[in-house]
């Protein structure tokens, strides 16, 4: 039996990925129920945008009907650097008269979501099928 994955995606999120990611590193490999619990008390903002996606992604995955929503996993919840936001007008001054431009920084942000195995259906994979033997 094939596992099925489900995610979705948040692109140009207008938070620093390095931010995201402390956030993204705590829910990875929870059963849903329980990341949502940890993103909902969690105090960073990037928790806010995370349980967007996350919510996304189940829900991506309630469209199936054999899916036990109850028996997801976060599999994947990445943060990736979208792009700097061009055109970036303020300028922060540095030493020697020199300046710099203030970077706003952009997030991609990705959870995949995947149903666990019972341990039924993995003992059923990991037991080999009964050969007959040559008497027969």
């Not at 993103?39 to 928790?47: G, K, S, Y």
């Not at 203030?102 to 666990?116: A, C, D, M, N």
Request: avoid cysteine; glycine fraction near 6%.
């Amino acid at each position: 039996m094939t596992t099925k994955s489900f995610r979705a995606v948040h692109r140009y999120a207008r938070i620093a990925p390095r931010k995201a990611r402390l956030v993204a590193d705590l829910v990875r490999g929870l059963q849903v129920d329980d990341a949502m619990a940890v993103l909902e008390n969690h105090p960073r903002r990037a928790a806010y945008l995370l349980r967007k996606v996350l919510k996304s992604a189940m829900d991506n995955a309630s469209q199936d009907v054999e899916v036990n929503l109850k028996g997801l996993i976060v599999t994947d919840a990445r943060v990736d650097m979208g792009p700097l936001l061009g055109f970036r007008p303020r300028w922060r001054p540095r030493a020697m008269g020199r300046a710099t431009p203030i970077r706003k920084r952009t997030s991609h942000l990705i959870v995949g979501v995947t149903e666990q195995e019972s341990r039924r259906q993995r003992r059923r994979e990991e037991e080999p099928a009964e050969a007959p033997e040559a008497g027969e």
